[in-house]
Each structure stands twice: as C-alpha cells, then as structure tokens.
C-alpha cells in the first residue's frame, strides 16, 4: 500500500490544459494558489507517473487475456477510464 501524501481519490478531469509543443513534455497545472505544497508535490508525482503506470496495467492485462479475477477486472477498467473509454 502506498505511502504517499497525494489527493485521495476519485479524480475527474473538468478541463485539460495543454503546454504542447513549448517544453520537451507536458506541463502540470493546478488551480491552488500553493503550488508547492507537499500534496501537490505528490500529486504532481502520481500525475506524471500516470503514463508509466498505465504501460504497466496494459502489459499486465495482456498476460492476463482470459481471467476474470477481481485484479484483473480492475486493472482494464483502470485503463478504460484513462483512455477515454469508460468509467
């Protein structure tokens, strides 16, 4: 179980704001005027992780293509929510 400080969940997206094509990545934005507080810190962390962990989760969904356990369940309704479809 993790440790770290961030924003428990859920999380919804209410709008995207993009800093495409000026940085070599994307740029993290926050509407607290504390941006350096330690819980942005870690939730700035679970954000940029978030492409890693969804590698992840789709690597273990394809090693696990015809089993219906409780993990597995929620491993592709996890991805299904960060691509777009579903949940």
Same mark, same amino acid.
């Not at 942005?40 to 089993?67: D, K, T």
């Given at each position: 179980?993790? %440790? %770290?400080? /961030?924003?428990?969940?859920? *999380?919804?997206?209410?709008?995207? #704001? !993009?800093? !495409?094509?000026?940085?070599?990545? /994307?740029?993290?934005? %926050? ?7 330690? #819980?942005? $810190? @870690? ?6 992780? @978030?492409? #890693?962990? =969804? #590698? &992840? =989760?789709? /690597?273990?969904?394809?090693? @696990?293509?015809? +089993?219906? +356990?409780? *993990?597995?369940?929620?491993? $592709? /309704? &996890?991805?299904?929510?960060? %691509?777009?479809?579903?949940?």
């Amino acid at each position: 179980m993790s %440790t %770290t400080k /961030h924003t428990p969940g859920p *999380w919804s997206v209410d709008r995207i #704001e !993009c800093d !495409c094509g000026r940085g070599s990545g /994307h740029r993290i934005v %926050t509407e607290s005027d504390d941006l350096g507080s330690s #819980e942005n $810190r @870690a939730n700035a962390r679970l954000i940029a992780s @978030a492409p #890693e962990l =969804l #590698e &992840a =989760l789709e /690597h273990v969904v394809e090693m @696990a293509p015809n +089993h219906n +356990h409780d *993990w597995v369940m929620k491993a $592709r /309704h &996890a991805i299904a929510k960060a %691509t777009g479809q579903g949940g």
